[in-house]
């Protein structure tokens, strides 16, 4: 097959060279790498990954093609993949299409045939950077310019844009529970995991003011995850502090972690170059039980702040580099985590959280 060529560019100039996958173009974004070995379509979904471009660590992707229930969102949002081994074919019963459609559907550039393997150690020395892949300009000069147009992932508020423009429900209307979901950029499995014990969801656009969620008489509330730097949320976090004040149930993930701790004046900061992947180890601090987990970010609580707050705790470490992984306020049934207990893809090992979210509830 007649391969077309494209070009990586990393910010510090190191160039890879490369074929063509998805759409044919020129995109740039906060180039990132995913470790998980299975979970290519979840993880492109995910709108937490909005401008950025993943880099695979597993090297051949594409293989099982894609299907309509395993999409985290309604489309990809991502700036575009980097991937070693891209399989046009793909050999599953249920698939619907190739990976290759899906992504020229969705307007998704990526490169293949790259040295993965160099590429992440690359990112894992010289930290997160910007990059930019394109099929289309061959002139470095011309792709540096380019590249300089992206922005920086540090400060940059994307929710707000991925949120859903009008309020929705999932779950069955007959469920006991009614919880208000704040959708900062929220992933699909979130919405099952709740539904499945018995919630019925309301999701709302991310700077729906308290009053409105309010009127619809919510048991609790929950603070999705979602892309950008929770530093430039203050939306977020001043009806975070509201909800806080009606000591109703509050469940946080990832981003909704992030806004959580900021909401009690715990800072947050940019990771040299994040967690991504589907086993990363965490412990419980209250139970003393580690989970493998599902993770995805590249910003992070500060965790003196919480150590200095009186009213706060934290419950989980992440045991790779002793991160805050988890908190709980002590006086109040408010509870988040860094990390994914809806993995999608990933371990079910902190599937409790979510039962532990329902006895907040019922108690
Ligand atoms: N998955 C998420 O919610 C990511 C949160 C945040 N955007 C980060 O990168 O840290």
Known sequence: M???KATLLLA???VFTGSLVGNHGTNGGEICFNTGMTGYQEIYTDPSYTGQIIVNTTPHIGNYGV?????ESEHPLIAGIVVNDFSQV?????????LQEYLEFHGITGIADVDTRKLVRHIRSKGAMNAIISSDIEDLEELKKELAKVPDMDGLELSSHVSTKESYYFGSE????KVACLDYGIKKNILRCLSERGIYCKVFPAKTSLAEMEAWGPHAYFLSNGPGDPAVMEYAVETTREILALDKPLFGICLGHQILARACNVSTYKMHHGHRGLNHPIKNLLSGKSEITS??????VNKEDIENN???EVTHVHLNDGTVAGIRLKNKPAFSVQYH??????PHDSRYLFDQFISFIQN
């Open 174 to 177: 007959d469920a006991p529970i």
């Open 295 to 300: 993770q995805n970010h590249g910003f992070v």
């Open 90 to 98: 793909y050999s599953r019963l249920d698939a619907k299409q190739s």
């Open 341 to 346: 207990p809806e993995s999608s893809p990933g």
């Open 67 to 71: 299907i309509d229930e395993e999409a």
């Open 2 to 4: 007649n391969k077309k």
């Open 310 to 312: 009186p009213e706060l």
């Open 12 to 14: 510090d100039g190191t």
